[in-house]
T-cell receptor, first 113, second 112 residues
Framework: KAGVTQTPRYLIKTRGQQVTLSCSPISGHRSVSWYQQTPGQGLQFLFE???????NKGNFPGRFSGRQFSNSRSEMNVSTLELGDSALYLC????????????FGPGTRLLVL | EDQVTQSPEALRLQEGESSSLNCSYT??????LFWYRQDPGKGPEFLFTLYSAGEEKEKERLKATLTKKESFLHITAPKPEDSATYLCAVHHGSSNTGKLIFGQGTTLQVKP
């Protein structure tokens, strides 16, 4: 069974630009959660999508947004990039039952210059 | 406020030297505690899920246990390939969504 895939794996952007990251969940999984990982803050929850609806959102500014498609694939978008947005962005998928195990993808490494 | 604290931050062991990693949590009604392993530059790899106090799970040299206040990840006779960052996460007790709260992790180095 294929795992969670994320594209692209690496990105370099400059301040003020926007970026779109993609996540394909494990087949059959309907929930996709996004996390930001930085050395100083660790793993922080961004948002979760389930059946194309945002089910929960973390404490991030409105520049961070996402969506989910009918095939459960998800995208997250960051507009007006700031230096502090440099991080590893991880997505995780599950069937969607609360407190169920989430499986992570390899992440997208974003560097903002 | 829901919080997860892992200790120690870093741990160096000799190959074969057993030890334990700690994860203490404060959540309003634990619904699930998760252990992950993360290698540099990679996504977290799932290890264990624990749901209730007294529960134990084992996999090769690893054993996870859960009490009402904390969880331990016991590593028996570790090998250099066990070197990684071990992350603990809890499911937000009052949430009906998939939100996980992570600890800062314990970075384990096992020397041959």
């Amino acid at each position: 069974k294929a795992g969670v895939t994320q594209t692209p794996r690496y990105l370099i952007k400059t301040r003020g630009q926007q970026v779109t990251l993609s996540c394909s969940p494990i087949s059959g999984h309907r929930s996709v959660s996004w996390y930001q990982q930085t050395p100083g803050q660790g793993l922080q929850f961004l948002f979760e999508y389930f059946s194309e609806t945002q089910r929960n959102k973390g404490n991030f500014p409105g520049r961070f947004s996402g969506r989910q498609f009918s095939n459960s694939r998800s995208e997250m978008n960051v507009s007006t990039l700031e230096l502090g947005d440099s991080a590893l962005y991880l997505c995780a998928s599950s069937f969607g039952t609360p407190a169920e195990t989430q499986y992570f993808g390899p992440g997208t490494r974003l560097l903002v210059l | 406020e829901d919080q997860v604290t892992q200790s120690p931050e870093a741990l160096r062991l000799q190959e074969g030297e057993s030890s334990s990693l700690n994860c203490s949590y404060t959540v309003s009604g634990l619904r699930g505690l998760f252990w992950y392993r993360q290698d540099p530059g990679k996504g977290p790899e799932f290890l264990f899920t624990l749901y209730s106090a007294g529960e134990e799970k084992e996999k090769e040299r690893l054993k996870a246990t859960l009490t009402k206040k904390e969880s331990f990840l016991h590593i028996t006779a570790p090998k250099p390939e066990d070197s990684a960052t071990y992350l603990c996460a809890v499911h937000h007790g009052s949430s009906n969504t998939g939100k996980l709260i992570f600890g800062q992790g314990t970075t384990l180095q096992v020397k041959p």
